[in-house]
């Protein structure tokens, strides 16, 4: 009962103080309702309390925990590399110190120093990942390479995510990852006793690439038109700036690199009409695929069955994540985040 009662606690705190924005707006920026770093600490915990038991409950659900196991250690494997990355690089010093008289230790730029780099990237990552929108620092303020991270995790859209999208689309990464495991060992791909075939791969592929298709649009309009005189940055920053835009829109995210004059018709139209077509979709095609399997025959394990609960398929899902979730995005990826970064580190 204590465990419950101290559950409910953290997810209502969450969703009062981080993903509403909390009672004075810019939620875990303000000193009052983010005073110190155990507050920031427990904040932490209440964004990611709920996704995660989501995944735990699918596992008893299913009656599969150790399936739900591989799910969970992807998710998390992901979200530990985008943590570990987006602290690497925030300790670095921010190129606006290059060449000054000054000391220059870690970036310290948009930053609180009650809460420091260190945390600061860590609820970037997190933030994001898990589609919570909340935010204890300037995201537009973070060096390149850590800036890469929200942004990336947001493209992905599979780890740990509040609203159910990241499950969501990590069961579609399941179904294609299914189906070229059956491909590579000639067997007829199964998942979860029923045959994965041709229509449900596709329509695990279309909920997949309209993420990217609808990002990249809108991406691609502001960037090539004279709507880009709204961005206050040149360059690969201000690039990534209309990217990471586009990209919390379509993930539902409402974080933002804030360096942009968004708040126009212009702006509050694009993102608008990006959002319905980026989470719409998203949820129909899966719809889809579920109504399909549940109209077919449950097939028998057999020794030639596919085993989705090892740490095999653990890597064959993590791999089919990053070649078809990040390859999606990389020629996007190099002209901003990277660019700014070798434009930063370059004499």
Not at 274 to 292: H, Y
Request: hydrophobic content about 55%; overall charge neutral.
């Amino acid at each position: 009962m204590a465990i419950a009662t101290l559950a409910l606690g953290l997810t209502l705190f969450a969703l009062f103080f981080c993903l509403v924005g909390g009672f004075f707006g810019p939620n875990s920026t303000h000193p009052f309702e983010n005073p110190n770093p155990w507050a920031n600490l427990l904040s932490i915990a209440s964004i990611l309390l709920l996704p995660m038991a989501s995944i735990v409950m699918a596992g008893i659900m299913l009656r599969d925990r150790k399936h739900a196991m591989v799910i969970f250690g992807v998710m998390l494997t992901l979200l530990v590399a985008g943590c570990v990355i987006g602290i690497f690089g925030e300790v670095e010093p921010s190129a606006a110190t290059l060449g000054l008289p000054v000391e220059r230790g870690p970036n310290m730029e948009g930053k609180d120093v009650r809460i420091g780099p260190v945390a600061s990237a860590t609820w970037a990552a997190i933030t994001t990942a898990t589609s919570n929108g909340s935010v204890n620092s300037m995201h537009d303020s973070l060096n390149p390479i850590a800036g890469l991270v929200p942004m990336a995790l947001m493209m992905l859209n599979v780890v740990f995510s509040g609203i159910g999208a990241g499950f969501e689309n990590m069961l579609m990464y399941i179904i294609v990852a299914v189906f070229i495991a059956g491909l590579m060992v000639g067997r007829t791909p199964e998942y979860l006793g029923k045959k994965v075939e041709a229509k449900e791969v596709k329509l695990a592929m279309l909920a997949l690439l309209i993420h990217p298709f609808v990002i990249f649009c809108g991406t691609a309009v502001f960037a090539a038109t004279t709507w880009k005189a709204f961005v206050a940055n040149p360059g690969p920053h201000g690039f990534s700036e209309i990217l990471y835009e586009f990209t919390s829109a379509a993930a539902n995210n409402g974080s933002g690199f804030e360096g942009l004059s968004d708040n126009n018709p212009a702006w509050n139209i694009a993102t608008g009409i990006v959002l319905l077509l980026g989470r719409f979709p998203a949820l129909i095609f899966p719809l889809a695929v579920a109504g399909f399997l549940a109209k077919k025959k449950r097939v028998p394990q057999t020794s030639g069955t596919l085993r989705t609960d090892n740490l095999t398929f653990a890597g064959m899902l993590l791999g089919t994540v990053v070649l078809v979730g990040a390859l999606s995005f990389m020629p996007a990826v190099v002209l901003g985040p990277v660019a700014d970064h070798l434009t930063v580190v370059t004499p």
